[in-house]
């Protein structure tokens, strides 16, 4: 199930005779409910978008690390050397400061970390803003947006400019969303993780 949805809604469904275990996808949206699971002795899981897992939950978390560094890896062989990255602003989404400091790690560890590089935009217009500066400044070759919406809106707005993607500027997504197929993006292994939440879940009910 998905946590966004009215916990109300939500809450009478767990347990008989709805449910004999739950697989929660987010985190920090319905904490009320993984401890009512708890409480109620259900089997449950929850899938993390590698977050910080909270205390107590029994979470399988997204490792988006491995993704990250073959993608930094591919860009610096490519030629890049100053290579930016975009996220939403950690504040609003909690998972985006996790996957800040995961790319920082990479970055650093390669000697490509540049602090003025490490960019936020939490909606269209700071993207188009984004656009604009990238236009202005140039001043960075490849960049790796927080999920693959913001790297599709970012292509487009660089693209109604008359940038011409990839060979002025390398744009890379993560997700791997396949509503958005026209550029390269870092998969997480959801089967994997979908797998091992599962399994926590069915071991819970045997």
Avoid at 115 to 122: D, K, M, T
């Amino acid at each position: 199930t998905d946590a966004k949805a009215p916990a109300p809604n939500l809450a009478g469904k767990i347990g008989f005779p709805f449910s004999d275990g739950v697989i929660f996808f987010g985190l920090h949206y319905c904490e009320d409910l993984y401890r009512q699971a708890q409480a109620m002795q259900v089997p449950y899981a929850v899938i993390s978008l590698s977050q910080p897992v909270l205390e107590g939950i029994d979470a399988v978390t997204v490792d988006l690390q491995r993704g990250l560094e073959q993608a930094v890896d591919y860009l610096r062989q490519a030629g890049h050397s100053r290579i930016a990255f975009v996220n939403t602003r950690p504040a609003t989404k909690e998972f985006a400061g996790r996957r800040n400091v995961i790319v920082q790690k990479v970055l650093q560890d390669r000697g490509l970390f540049h602090p003025e590089l490490q960019l936020s935009a939490c909606d269209l217009y700071e993207l188009r803003e984004l656009a604009v500066r990238w236009l202005a400044r140039r001043d960075f070759s490849a960049i790796i947006c927080g999920n693959d919406a913001q790297a599709s809106h970012l292509k487009r707005e660089l693209e109604h400019s008359g940038v011409s993607i990839p060979e002025e500027l390398t744009i890379i997504g993560i997700d791997n969303n396949p509503a958005f197929p026209d550029f390269p993006s870092i998969a997480p292994d959801y089967y994997e993780v979908g797998t091992c939440a599962t399994r926590l879940v069915l071991d819970g009910i045997a």
